[in-house]
């Protein structure tokens, strides 16, 4: 498909790339772009590593075609982003990364739910992070880091 | 050599190394890697598990937009690569054995176009009857997936012929005496599922040739080694002609130890004479890397009215797919661990590995060792039910202990078993178990299970140099696969030179500077290559040392490190010296700079053979034993058959 060219909001920044219609946002981002902190893991909406924000909400960046992200506000790890902040300094603190490669994913949607809970429960942190996959196991600590961003307070 | 106690920096909670360019998506992974001038790979694979390749034809995929480059097993001489028996070409070379197996692969402009391509190569086959089962492969008359196998080099003198890639066995005592002996004997058949690692950053590689000739190779791997021996195996190359690097590995858990497209890519990039990267997708990831292995054991173990084990057989009937890769350890470790860490006078273990048309099966968490403890812990409880002991006494009882070696004959220089099983019947309250008050549709159950693992095998090194300002790099080619090891080891090598952390930096393994380290695997890395680093460390301060003691007309012996990097003469606090000094003297004026370097391989024979009768044991020396028990706790939905782990 012929690519057209397009304007994207990211991180706060205007980028007019090529994108061909079914070029996914992910592919855009981290080829086009050189965007790498959203990762290609299972690249059909599973794993979650891709996870990015799109007008605040948590969404696939592997399923997102990036043709429908115009004029939308896109958020990535590769920052920078305040809201983000407190969490990456609690995922530090708190050993909750090993291989890393969930992280970038992990944070982004952990941003999305204490933007829309400032204090989740236990089981708040587990709905909100259950489209994260996170193989090193490391799911307890995870939680535990955004227990702990949630303590130190608004982000 | 002395082991290091806790200090400043060793027994302190840091963060990993790494950890600010993780949490800000800036640490790169393979995927991650882009170069100039780039192509990007496609792989055809197999639609057949077993089939002989006629011929191909590349004429369509030659055309489409994009392709640079084509290869197919005809590109390939009759190298094989292999952990333990050579039997794998970097492409199917005249036969197919599994399906998804790489055919050909097609090096293009972009992803997209190499996957297009791929897709437009034709491959004629002429199907073979497929082997699905070990049953199937051991039967009369069953078509031979190797018929070469005879004339594969082997590492160990492997027992092997027909679909059978290699027969183990170990024993110990008299069996047929110490079934005699028993009051009570338990048996059962036991079967476990294959499994698949998915690391969550799938299998890939990126080579690049120079104009010389010469190959670098990043990948995601656990060992820098272990890809530079396979690529170079299955292509023919010296060893020398390749550098393999490593950037941040998303995971690995065993499935990025040995090869995956690494040979592929590098054949690509020698054809086009351009960077060439391939990265799987989670789809290829699952069809064309490796799994753990299913195992069928049959396990008979028995007892005294007393609860004192007396005797166990195990046999295994392992498929290992189509290639053998680490699959003849997992055979012999599976049989060393069968025994379990209890003392069993008489204990035979034998096993046979088949060669079947799946996916061939290797390394993953556990080596075999979870297959057979699973078999055999559930057979001390049936025994313990039998006998109406409590679980955890019958394990106590039967536990290895002061010099008690290991099956086959091992001695066991520390042995924390009892230790483990107190801490464990302590955390978990056991034998509170039966108090719990079971709510309707649900059930309680508690469990105790005892392990051992080995750390430590084969061959490690460090280098540590001393910089002109007194601060340190460390070199020891392990790959932090996220388990944190640079850290650890960091940690080690500031705490034998006194230094703080961050006056040591840590080099990214590199097979053309960093000693040879055999790989992140079989949780090895903090003790061997941890103690290689103390061995470099030490050799540093005897330098360090050797030098002060002329500038401060001293005796060595009278010279100590002191915390900050200086080192000065005991008792008189006034004398010292920076490292800095003593390495300006080093570089600039006398002896040279100052590079510390050690390196070991465990030499400890598994077995003993005045104990113990081994045929086709793969490894002379498997490493040293640590010692686990666990009590878990766990709620089982009788409607939905649901099992949620409450406590462990």
């Known amino acids: 498909m012929t690519p057209a060219a397009l304007t994207l909001r990211i991180n706060g920044k205007t980028r007019t790339v090529l994108a061909a219609l079914d070029d996914t946002l992910l592919t855009t981002l981290r080829d086009a772009l050189q965007l790498t902190g959203a990762k290609r893991g299972c690249n059909q909406g599973v794993c979650g590593a891709c996870t990015v924000l799109i007008d605040s909400r948590p969404a696939r960046a592997c399923l997102s075609l990036t043709h429908t992200c115009a004029s939308r506000d896109i958020t990535t790890i590769d920052g920078p982003y305040a809201n983000i902040a407190q969490l990456q300094k609690a995922f530090a603190e708190t050993g909750a990364v090993q291989c890393g490669f969930c992280t970038p994913g992990m944070i982004l949607s952990a941003a999305a739910l204490l933007a829309e809970k400032p204090q989740p429960s236990v089981e708040d942190i587990r709905t909100g992070l259950s489209g994260n996959l996170c193989r090193c196991s490391g799911y307890r600590k995870i939680i535990e880091a955004v227990q702990l961003a949630a303590e130190a307070g608004p982000q | 050599m002395s082991a290091l106690r806790e200090g400043a920096e060793i027994g302190r909670s840091v963060p990993r190394l790494e950890i600010q360019e993780k949490v800000t998506g800036r640490a790169a992974y393979i995927a991650d890697l882009y170069r100039p001038n780039m192509l990007h790979a496609a792989i055809l694979g197999s639609p057949y598990p077993h089939a002989r390749i006629r011929s191909y034809d590349l004429s369509a995929a030659l055309q489409a937009p994009g392709v640079q480059a084509i290869i197919t097993g005809d590109d390939l001489g009759d190298d094989r690569m292999g952990a333990f028996i050579k039997d794998e070409h970097a492409l199917a070379k005249g036969k197919v054995r599994y399906v998804g197996e790489p055919v050909a692969a097609v090096a293009a402009e972009t992803e997209a176009e190499a996957r297009f391509a791929a897709r437009l190569i034709k491959v004629e086959y002429q199907e073979l009857p497929a082997i699905l089962s070990p049953e199937q492969a051991l039967a009369p008359g069953a078509a031979i997936i190797h018929e070469d196998l005879d004339s594969y080099f082997k590492v160990f003198p492997a027992i092997c012929g027909g679909n059978v890639c290699s027969k183990t066995e170990l024993a110990e005592g008299d069996l047929e005496r110490g079934w005699r002996e028993c009051d009570v004997v338990v048996e059962g058949e036991f079967e476990t599922a294959p499994q698949a690692h998915v690391a969550i950053e799938p299998c890939g590689a990126l080579a690049e040739m120079d104009p010389a000739g010469r190959i670098t190779l990043w990948s995601a791997n656990q060992s820098v080694f272990r890809v530079q021996a396979n690529v170079c195996e ?68 028995g007892a005294k009215r007393n609860g004192t084990l007396v005797a166990r057989e195990v046999e295994v009937l392992l498929d290992g797919g189509a290639y053998a890769d680490d699959s ?42 979870p297959q057979v403890s699973f ?34 004959g091992q001695k066991l220089l520390s042995n924390g078993l009892m230790e483990c099983i107190d801490t464990a019947q302590r955390a978990s309250a056991w034998p509170r178990r039966k108090e719990r008050q079971p709510i309707p549709g649900k059930r309680h159950g508690t469990g105790f299970a005892c392990t051992a693992h080995i750390s430590g095998l084969l061959g490690t090194g460090a280098i540590v140099r001393l910089l002109e300002d007194g601060t340190v790099v460390l070199n020891t080619g392990a790959v932090d696969i996220g388990q944190g090891s640079d850290t650890v080891l960091t940690q080690i090598c500031a705490e034998a030179l006194k230094l703080p952390m961050d006056r040591v930096s840590v080099a990214s393994p590199d097979t053309d500077g960093s000693p040879y380290n055999w790989g992140t695997t079989a949780s090895r890395v903090t003790y061997t290559t941890g103690r290689a680093v103390i061995g470099a460390a030490a050799e540093v301060e005897r330098q360090i040392k050797a030098h002060a003691a002329e500038i401060l007309e001293c005796s060595e012996l009278d010279l100590e490190l002191r915390s900050g990097g200086r080192v000065g003469i005991m008792g008189v606090p006034e004398k010292e010296l920076p490292f800095a000094a003593i390495s300006a003297r080093a570089h600039w004026r006398k002896g040279g700079p100052i590079i510390g370097s050690h390196a070991w391989v465990f030499d400890q024979p598994t077995v003993d053979p005045k104990r113990a009768v081994a045929h086709g044991l793969p490894f002379p020396q498997i490493g040293v034993y640590s010692f686990g028990a666990l009590a878990v706790e766990i709620e089982f939905d009788e409607t939905t058959g649901k099992i949620e782990v409450l406590r462990a």
């Open chain 2, 234 to 301: 299955s292509l023919g190359l010296p060893m020398s002609r390749l550098r393999c690097l490593t950037p941040r590995v998303g995971g690995g858990f065993g499935n990025k130890m040995e090869p995956h497209v690494q040979p592929i890519v590098v054949k690509l990039a020698m054809a086009t004479g351009r960077p060439v990267k391939l990265i799987l997708t989670r789809e290829e990831d699952f069809e064309i890397v490796r799994a753990r292995h299913p195992f069928k054991i049959r396990a008979r173990t």
């Open chain 2, 328 to 369: 003849p350890g997992v055979l012999g470790y599976s049989l060393l661990m069968a025994r379990g860490p209890y003392r069993i006078p008489h204990v035979r273990c034998h096993g046979t590995l088949v060669y079947t048309n799946k996916l061939r099966f290797g390394a993953f968490r556990g080596f075999g060792n």
């Open chain 2, 375 to 408: 078999a055999g812990e559930t057979q001390i409880d049936e025994i313990a039910a039998r006998l109406g002991m409590d679980p955890v006494e019958i394990r106590r009882k039967n536990a290895l202990r002061g010099d008690d070696p290991w099956f086959g």
